[in-house]
């Protein structure tokens, strides 16, 4: 296929490379003149503008930051091609694309990234075994075109995982939003304490990693889904003061309980793939399997099946 990809930061720049090295004609673009040079310098394929990427492309994918989205969709209204965008957060992206007008628009997420960013960061195997969100809107979302980039990110190594918008940021909100800023806050336990640097370790570490991301990003994907962010926060907030009022009591009666159960899901998670199996390409039944935790693995070259897998976990294995 002919693809045209609008933003070469770290997701931009490897989904570029990941496309051509699965053997797609991959064409980027970026408002910032010194990441087209880096990326022109590097052998890609760099157009000089946006009307000029998608010129001939079949599709589209949009991988700006979510405030730079309306200039970028607003160039596109004429475009004939199937528009996706890989933004952390999917309603509003829903909205501005409702507004803009795209003619063919099916909103994405692949859950996959780093602390650090920019071109210089990209690479092509970042999606391998990702897990790619792609929308489906009942009674909105062309299934054509749904399974058209389905086709795409599955061949490149991606588990594609159909949910709607307001169930992707609800969930994102949960492990990815809420989590961000946590680090954050964990990290600030270094404010002034050398000695705590010192002697932090694996599960500071971990911990805080995401927390090196940089700040303008962390606000803009937490800000563009803030009430699922708030809902969340708060959800979590209850869970720690809770487990503040047990240390308060009897943490062993009271604590062990609450730490166990996280340590129960953490200790499955994540969950294995199942057996594959064959499910006709229909919104519902895919909807049913995202909602499930399931995902796609390929679609059938008919476009009447698609070939899915459900998690199964083993509560017996250690």
């Known amino acids: 296929m002919d693809v045209a990809v609008i933003g070469l930061g770290l997701i931009g720049g490897s989904l570029l490379q990941a496309l051509a090295a699965a053997g797609h004609r991959a064409i980027g673009y970026?408002?910032?003149?010194?990441?087209?040079?880096?990326?022109?310098?590097?052998?890609?394929?760099?157009?000089?503008?946006?009307?000029?990427?998608?010129?001939?492309?079949?599709?589209?994918?949009l991988a700006v930051p979510l405030p730079v989205l309306p200039e970028v969709l607003a160039e596109l209204t004429a475009y004939d091609g199937l528009v996706t965008d890989v933004t952390s957060v999917k309603g509003p992206v829903r909205e501005l694309a409702a507004k803009h007008g795209p003619r063919r628009f099916v909103g994405g997420h692949p859950m996959a990234g780093k602390?650090?960013?920019?071109?210089?960061?990209?690479?092509?195997?970042?999606?391998?075994?990702?897990?790619?969100?792609?929308?489906?809107?009942?009674?909105?979302?062309?299934?054509?075109?749904?399974?058209?980039?389905a086709a795409l990110f599955t061949a490149m190594g991606a588990r594609v995982v159909p949910v709607t918008a307001a169930e992707h940021d609800r969930a994102v909100a949960q492990i990815s939003h809420v989590p961000h800023l946590f680090a954050s806050a964990l990290a600030r336990q270094l404010e002034g304490?050398?000695?705590a640097g010192t002697l932090g370790a694996g599960s500071f570490r971990d911990g805080t990693r995401v927390a090196a991301t940089r700040a303008e990003l962390i606000v803009a994907m937490c800000g563009g889904n803030a009430t699922a962010v708030r809902e969340v926060l708060r959800g979590l907030l209850d869970g720690l003061e809770r487990m503040d009022a047990a240390l308060a009591t009897d943490p062993v009666r009271f604590l062990t309980p609450l730490v166990a159960a996280g340590s129960e899901l953490r200790r499955h998670w994540p969950a294995r793939g199942g057996t594959p199996a064959e499910l006709p390409?229909?919104?519902?039944?895919?909807?049913?399997?995202?909602?499930?935790?399931?995902?796609?693995?390929?679609?059938?070259?008919?476009?009447?099946?698609?070939?899915?897998?459900?998690?199964e976990t083993d509560r017996n294995d250690s």
Do not use: H, Q
């Open 30 to 61: 970026d408002a910032d003149p010194a990441t087209c040079e880096l990326a022109r310098a590097e052998g890609w394929t760099v157009a000089g503008s946006v009307a000029e990427a998608i010129a001939g492309a079949e599709v589209a994918a």
């Open 115 to 149: 602390e650090t960013s920019g071109f210089a960061a990209a690479e092509p195997g970042l999606f391998d075994g990702c897990a790619w969100v792609l929308c489906l809107e009942p009674g909105e979302t062309d299934l054509a075109d749904w399974l058209t980039l």
């Open 193 to 195: 304490n050398p000695l």
């Open 281 to 311: 390409a229909d919104a519902d039944g895919l909807l049913d399997l995202g909602r499930g935790g399931g995902w796609v693995i390929a679609v059938a070259e008919s476009r009447v099946s698609v070939t899915t897998i459900r998690p």
